[in-house]
């Protein structure tokens, strides 16, 4: 792994180089680029979505309730908008639809990552919660691995802030759109996570959506909203 230049090609091949950054940070950078904050509401988890012809409606568990054209699930591998979705797909889901948990990952802060494949494919809910002690051993097991001419892995490990060990998913969900709905990022679709490419595929399929959205946009007439056969299409090319 330490003999490919994959990654020193990203700006060249996609446009913007790859970086690594704790959530933690990412988060206020992104929040000081929202322009409307007060459109912003936290810790308000989805508690329903119900669709109907012209909009789809968003209850939330502390009684909130908003209507829209379109909602954008970009709520992760556990996400309810992705649920939604599922419930109105035409054959029911099959225990090989569902995203699995095939991967453990070691984890530093500052982020690197050691990946170690399980095998085998197991529910999310089944993956077992690891121990510190279980982290140092698999830290320990690749501690000889050179990842400069002149660093290994365990110079590494030495100089952690901490580390962890989690089941990390990997799959393609069975179903992104309905008629009012899509899903975009982890809860669409979760590969590369031994890469830490997340973040990327939202940025993508976000583009994809976005793209298509004011396309359509731009064939209505000034202050015509778009009709619900339009709406469809763009999800369904989406998709």
Not at 83 to 99: F, G
Not at 101 to 122: D, F, H, I, T, W
Not at 149 to 177: C, D, M, Q, S
């Amino acid at each position: 792994m330490n003999d490919s230049n994959a990654m020193g090609q990203y700006r060249e091949k996609i446009g913007y180089p790859i970086a690594f950054i704790e959530c933690c940070k990412l988060l206020p950078i992104i929040v000081r680029h929202i322009q409307h904050t007060e459109c912003v509401r936290t810790s308000a988890r989805v508690a329903s979505i119900e669709e109907s012809d012209d909009y789809v409606t968003v209850t939330t568990i502390d009684g909130l309730s908003l209507t829209a054209d379109i909602v954008v699930g970009a709520d992760g591998v556990r996400s309810t908008v992705r649920i939604q979705i599922d419930s109105n797909l035409p054959e029911a889901l099959t225990a090989d639809d569902l995203l699995p948990a095939p991967q453990s990952m070691a984890c530093q802060r500052p982020p690197k990552a050691s990946p170690r494949n399980l095998g085998q494919n197991v529910p999310f809910s089944q993956v077992p919660r690891y121990t510190e002690a279980e982290a140092e051993a698999l830290c320990q097991s690749v501690a000889y691995i050179q990842v400069t001419p002149k660093l290994k892995f365990g110079g590494i490990y030495k100089n952690r802030v901490v580390a962890v060990k989690t089941g990390v998913e990997e799959g393609v969900a069975k179903g992104w759109h309905t008629d009012r709905a899509i899903i975009v990022g982890d809860a669409a679709c979760k590969a590369l996570s031994a890469g830490g490419q997340g973040a990327s595929q939202v940025i993508e399929l976000c583009a994809v959506f976005v793209n298509s959205f004011m396309k359509a946009r731009k064939a209505c007439y000034p202050g015509e909203k778009l009709s619900s056969e339009p709406v469809k299409s763009i999800l369904v090319s989406y998709a």
